[in-house]
């Protein structure tokens, strides 16, 4: 069972096209991923990875519309270039019979659809994964995926990014029942206390750490998305205690400059599972292409613009 990418060929997120075929056992499950080479197959305060379960951050649902109308996409998670934080894309995959494998490998290889996300891995030779009955996931990535000069706490985030992908691939596949609690188990070249970016001892369990996630997504629409019909639906999830967020869509003009407000408003937020709460609102809109934000809302004179400090997410669509 494996992915067998071209040779010589790097795989972008916009690009990479194929299925994957999910492993629905429970039991034991062990694939390799492999660059073009080889075949077949969180957040942290400086050097200091928090163990977590998925069961008090349990993976999102909410799946990309793309993913009902074509084969079934791989969830990985990005680091936000503004905060650090961890964000979520689905992107497509080679065909494959191991999903964490890759996903896990996506990561290290590919680009976020979203410019304002990025990887701090590179591209691995290959990842070998394994999961127990007990949903320790075993992962065998090659020495190779891990860029040098980077500060401690970019690297605690990169281990948080590596474990958010694969248990949520875990659970996205079904290898995990939804909710249940799972872990990471991170071997470098097949041994176990590898010094990850020249910061972590990998030498325990890693479990998501809550703190990572981003507090306000968009998840659908994905960025860079291209749609004939104008009433675009808008869903996403947030961790913040607000019980609204604030939304503006504004159109972008030739040169990628986002130009004047066309419509904003509030969205309510409904209760998730968890900590997690989701919210969801539709925008009709004329051709062109616009920015699509949600954000906290201001302290005070609530629908402005968000305030310097504010979490935001934003997504470029296109009608055409």
């Not at 071209?6 to 690009?15: H, N, Q, T």
């Not at 050097?47 to 074509?70: C, G, H, K, R």
């Not at 084969?71 to 979520?88: K, Q, S």
């Not at 590596?162 to 659970?171: C, F, G, M, Q, S």
Request: proline share 7%; hydrophobic share 40%; charged share 15%.
């Amino acid at each position: 069972m494996g992915v067998f990418p071209l040779p010589g060929r790097r795989i972008s997120g916009r690009r990479w096209k194929g299925s994957i075929v999910v492993v629905a056992a429970l039991a034991v499950q062990a694939c390799t991923i492999g660059g073009p080479t080889e075949s077949a197959q969180q957040i942290a305060t400086g050097a200091e990875v928090l163990l977590e379960s998925t069961a008090s951050m349990p993976e999102i649902d909410l799946q990309s519309p793309a993913a009902t109308d074509t084969a079934p996409l791989l969830p990985v998670y990005w680091l936000g270039e503004a905060n650090g934080l961890l964000y979520r894309e689905f992107l497509p995959a080679e065909s494959t019979g191991d999903p964490i494998a890759a996903a896990v490998w996506a990561m290290t290889s590919s680009e976020p659809l979203d410019d304002d996300y990025y990887s701090p891995w590179q591209e691995a030779s290959s990842v070998n994964t394994s999961i127990s009955p007990d949903n320790v996931i075993t992962i065998d990535i090659s020495s190779d995926s891990f860029a040098a000069g980077i500060d401690a706490a970019v690297a605690g985030r990169a281990v948080q990014q590596l474990v958010y992908t694969a248990t949520a691939a875990a659970a996205s596949a079904g290898l995990i029942a939804s909710g249940s609690p799972s872990s990471v188990r991170l071997l470098v070249d097949g041994k176990a206390g590898y010094n990850a970016f020249g910061h972590i001892e990998l030498g325990s369990l890693l479990g998501r750490d809550v703190s990572a996630v981003a507090p306000v997504w968009i998840i659908n629409p994905q960025d860079g998305t291209v749609r004939s019909d104008g009433t675009v639906i808008v869903q996403g999830s947030t961790t913040t205690a607000h019980p609204t967020l604030e939304w503006r869509v504004r159109r972008v003009d030739g040169g990628g400059v986002p130009a004047e407000d066309v419509v904003g408003g509030t969205v309510p937020v409904e209760a998730g599972s968890s900590m997690i709460g989701l919210y969801e609102f539709s925008v009709a809109l004329e051709q062109g292409t616009f920015l699509i934000e949600v954000y906290e809302p201001a302290e005070s004179e609530p629908g402005t613009a968000p305030a310097a400090d504010a979490v935001v997410d934003d997504k470029l669509v296109s009608i055409r």
